[in-house]
């Protein structure tokens, strides 16, 4: 069975500090990534996700995501962080071509002080 | 437009009690995924549909659990007898097509309390 570790569970850092967030999936076929964000009191929601093409995914509001398949990662950073990127952040693989089926890490847990 | 609705948002049962939890999912998707979260954990998958079909249900915890979605729009997630450890949120989503490849657009869930 396909596992997800996220290593970071809790992250406190200032407002414009660099940010980055480990993923580690466990899986040996092809994969598809995921990460969603979710802030205070909202849905969970895609941040950016990645199934082929350029390993450098762009998403919303400055995140990217590097897949390095080497390394079985998919970590999230983000140059300059802001209060609003507090949030709970969940990293998801599922394995590709008929297995839909998303396993997410345990999150991590992202304050940002202004 | 509307995203997915999940209703109640707040249940408390007494151990024992029958639940039925009810997902709207976005209009025309396909494909209907509920899933459990513990508290401090990510969203564990319990089972999927694709239409009316129920594709897997190899997460459900339990024979007390069950999921439909009859006509292919609206799910329900029915625990019967609940357990303590059956207190958690529980998540629906939706996604356009039945591609592992989609985004999934998800509820604001139930957060079920058994006493």
């Known amino acids: 069975a396909q596992s997800v570790s996220q290593h970071n569970h809790h992250v406190i850092l200032s407002e414009a500090a660099s940010l980055e967030l480990g993923c580690n999936y466990s899986?040996?076929?092809?994969?598809?990534l995921f990460w969603y964000v979710q802030y205070p009191g909202q849905h969970l929601q895609l941040l950016l996700k990645y199934f082929s093409g350029d390993p450098l995914v762009k998403g919303i509001k400055g995140f990217e995501a590097e897949f390095i398949k080497s390394k079985f990662s998919f970590n999230l950073r983000k140059p300059s962080v802001q209060w609003s990127d507090t949030a709970e952040y969940f990293c998801a693989v599922n394995g590709g071509g008929g297995s839909y089926i998303p396993t997410f890490g345990r999150g991590t847990s992202l304050i940002v002080h202004p | 437009g509307a995203g997915v609705s999940q209703s109640p948002r707040y249940k408390v049962a007494k151990r024992g009690q029958d639940v039925a939890l009810r997902c709207d999912p976005i209009s025309g998707h396909v494909s209907l995924f509920w899933y459990q979260q513990a508290l401090g954990q990510g969203p564990e998958f319990l089972t999927y549909?694709?239409?009316?079909?129920?594709?897997?249900k190899s997460g459900l915890p339990s024979d007390r659990f069950f999921a439909e979605r009859p006509e292919g729009s609206v799910s329900t997630l029915k625990i019967q007898r609940t357990q303590q450890e059956d207190s958690a949120v529980y998540l629906c989503?939706?996604?356009?097509?039945?591609?592992?490849?989609?985004?999934?657009?998800f509820g604001p869930g139930t957060r079920l309390t058994v006493l």
């Open positions: 899986y040996g076929g092809t994969v598809n």
């Open positions: 549909f694709q239409n009316e079909a129920q594709l897997d």
């Open positions: 989503a939706s996604s356009l097509a039945g591609l592992s490849t989609d985004t999934q657009y």
